[in-house]
Each structure stands twice: as C-alpha cells, then as structure tokens.
Nanobody, 121 residues
Framework: EVQLQASGGGLVQAGGSLRLSCAAS????????IGWFRQAPGKEREGVSYISSSDGSAWYGDSVKGRFTISSDNAKNTVYLQMNSLLPEDTAVYYC??????????????WGQGTLVTVSS
C-alpha cells in the first residue's frame, strides 16, 4: 500500500512563499507520477501540479503557472511544490496524489492527507 506523507502547509501573507513536501513509501515499481490537488472551501478539488518520475515532465494548472514549481527527488521518493507569489485565492487544503505508472492520466490511485495553506490578504 502506497503511503503519502505531506507537510509544509501553514499561514503566509499574500506575496509570500511556502514549500510543500510529500514523501511516498510502500511501493516497488519504478515509474510513477505524483503531485498535488487542492480544495478550497465551497469549491471542487482541482489539480495543481504533477510530475512524472520517469522523465521529469510536469503539468501545471493555469492558475499557478509561473508562480508554483514542482520538483522531485527520486532517491527520496519525495515531491516538492514551491509556491511563490501566493494569493489569497491559493488558500486551500492541498492533497498529495500518486499514480501507478509514469502518467497522471485518470484519477490518482492513492491520496495523502491534506495540508492546509492559508494566504492572508
């Protein structure tokens, strides 16, 4: 069973930065995709950014392009989300997600617990 341990959320002022981390464990396959979704109060969950372990290709949601950067340390099976120029509308619970295989097509196979990011204006 894949386990995802997310950390790094907190309270930050608008314009500030935070870095989220998600460590994956409990799997043996070589290729996977991992990334982040978020859910703001009263809104549906949305994709934020994902990365493939096989070639490092990444995807970003339109609302975070140019502000957020995803990266991974394959040796540690850990993904990072550097969030800069944060906006109040980035306030949400951020969830780590994991796909078996190198692609993020379809729903994630595993979810981590959420970590709350609050951006004050």
């Amino acid at each position: 069973e894949v386990q995802l341990q997310a950390s790094g959320g907190g309270l930050v002022q608008a314009g500030g930065s935070l870095r989220l981390s998600c460590a994956a464990s409990g799997f043996t396959f070589d290729d996977y995709a991992i990334g982040w979704f978020r859910q703001a109060p009263g809104k549906e969950r949305e994709g934020v950014s994902y990365i493939s372990s096989s070639d490092g290709s990444a995807w970003y949601g339109d609302s975070v392009k140019g502000r957020f950067t995803i990266s991974s340390d394959n040796a540690k099976n850990t993904v990072y989300l550097q969030m800069n120029s944060l906006l109040p509308e980035d306030t949400a619970v951020y969830y780590c997600a994991f796909w078996d295989g190198a692609s993020w097509l379809g729903d994630p196979d595993y979810w981590g617990q959420g970590t709350l990011v609050t951006v004050s204006s």
